[in-house]
């Protein structure tokens, strides 16, 4: 790969999640604060992501993969995104869902492009695209410290900064290196998209609860993506937005232990240490203070064992115990039912048990219970451990090379 064109996709990578980073960490803070939005509404508000990653494949399969080059239709979706991204702005509680549905609706199948983008200019994609990849997290920790020390996390400014930076990589997407539509006279239909060719897979009882404990973790991730940041600001942490992203270079860090550790240590227990991290991370959040502030960054930084003990060396599990023939499917099917209908689960019940623990004084000023809240994906995460220590069973040779 040309040094040019590694230049340009590590660009289009930063930019990328720097956009994401950008609004979605402090969306909570921002609708509580001002546009006074309840716990439901900031869960809804989360759950557009999880719909438009349902939704995103179809559009990606049967769309974009089969009539246009990818770089030009990513090009287009973050230059109407932008617009979306400013005009959420404008709008208040009743109407600022509607928005970033949409937005995201356009937002979430840049994801899928971006790395197609990408893998189609490497000769040696097992190689190359970390490197690449690892880009668009710097991304997402640029735009945490510069929002934080802006100052701006509380405010709309961070969708118009997001705004800025998707006119900038809808303008560098038509700069990147031509990639034609890979699936154009192929057949496809909702059935490969979704990955029915993997359910196979669930005739192993030890596929199946990893599948269903992966859905029900993503309840206590609802938790932290929707109102970390608004817990944290609540509580008087300064520039919580910047610190916030010690959970994405502890993520960044982490990943480099995961090859080692699957071969090592083995499937299952590293699998029980992402889930175990999840009940500690919430334990320390429902426990911790201005005054122990400790916890909180140990709650934060736990974000790396989280996120890539379970979510990443899930997909590695996933690939491996599929195979080569069924693992886009199996793949497929894994996120479309994580970030997809787990997470959509999650954001409507973190929004609800936040609500039930908010207090309002006559001064119009709002708190909550925030212990019973963080205890709360504490206890889903506890009794996931429990039933996936006892019930799955795998061996220890499923390593990756």
């Not at 270079?249 to 982490?254: G, T």
Request: glycine residues 10%; aromatic residues 16%.
């Amino acid at each position: 790969m040309k040094t040019k064109i590694g230049v340009l996709l590590s660009s289009m990578m930063f930019l990328q999640y720097y956009i994401w980073g950008a609004w979605y960490v402090t969306m909570g803070t921002y609708m509580g604060t001002v546009l006074k939005s309840s716990g439901m509404d900031i869960g809804a508000a989360y759950s557009a992501g999880a719909i438009a990653t349902i939704i995103s494949p179809f559009f990606v399969g049967m769309i974009a993969d089969r009539f246009f080059a990818a770089q030009k239709i990513m090009g287009v979706l973050h230059l109407v995104g932008a617009a979306l991204l400013y005009y959420a702005t404008q709008v208040n509680n009743e109407s600022f869902y509607g928005v970033i549905l949409v937005y995201s609706l356009l937002y979430m199948p840049t994801i899928a492009l971006s790395n197609s983008v990408a893998f189609a200019q490497m000769t040696n994609p097992g190689k190359q695209f970390p490197w690449i990849r690892v880009f668009g997290t710097l991304g997402w920790i640029a735009a945490g410290l510069i929002i934080s020390q802006l100052g701006i996390e509380k405010t709309a400014d961070t969708f118009q900064v997001a705004a800025l930076v998707s006119v900038l990589l809808g303008i560098l997407s038509f700069m990147l290196p031509n990639t034609p539509p890979k699936g154009k006279g192929e057949t496809t239909n909702a059935s490969a998209i979704l990955g029915t060719d993997a359910f196979v897979l669930f005739k192993t009882r030890s596929f199946s609860i990893f599948f269903i404990s992966a859905i029900l973790i993503c309840i206590p991730l609802s938790f932290y993506y929707g109102f970390a940041n608004p817990f944290l600001n609540e509580i008087g942490l300064a520039n919580a937005a910047g610190k916030m992203t010690l959970g994405q270079m502890s993520e960044a860090l982490f990943i480099l232990a995961i090859p080692f550790m699957f071969n090592k240590v083995g499937v299952k227990n590293m699998l029980i240490l992402g889930i175990s991290a999840w009940l500690l991370r919430y334990v320390f959040f429902a426990y911790g203070s201005i005054d122990s502030s400790w916890m909180l960054y140990a709650g934060i930084i736990l974000h790396g064992i989280c996120y890539d003990f379970f979510f990443v060396a899930g997909y590695m599990y996933t690939e491996k115990k599929a195979g080569e023939k069924i693992k886009n499917a199996a793949q497929g099917l894994f996120t479309f039912a994580t970030y997809g209908v787990g997470m959509f689960i999650g954001t409507k019940y973190s929004g609800s048990v936040v609500d039930q623990h908010k207090t309002v004084t006559d001064a119009g000023v709002t708190s909550h219970d925030w212990q019973t809240i963080w205890l709360t994906p504490a206890i889903i995460a506890g009794a996931v451990l429990i039933v996936f220590i006892l019930f799955f069973k795998e061996k220890k040779e499923t390593s990756v090379a």
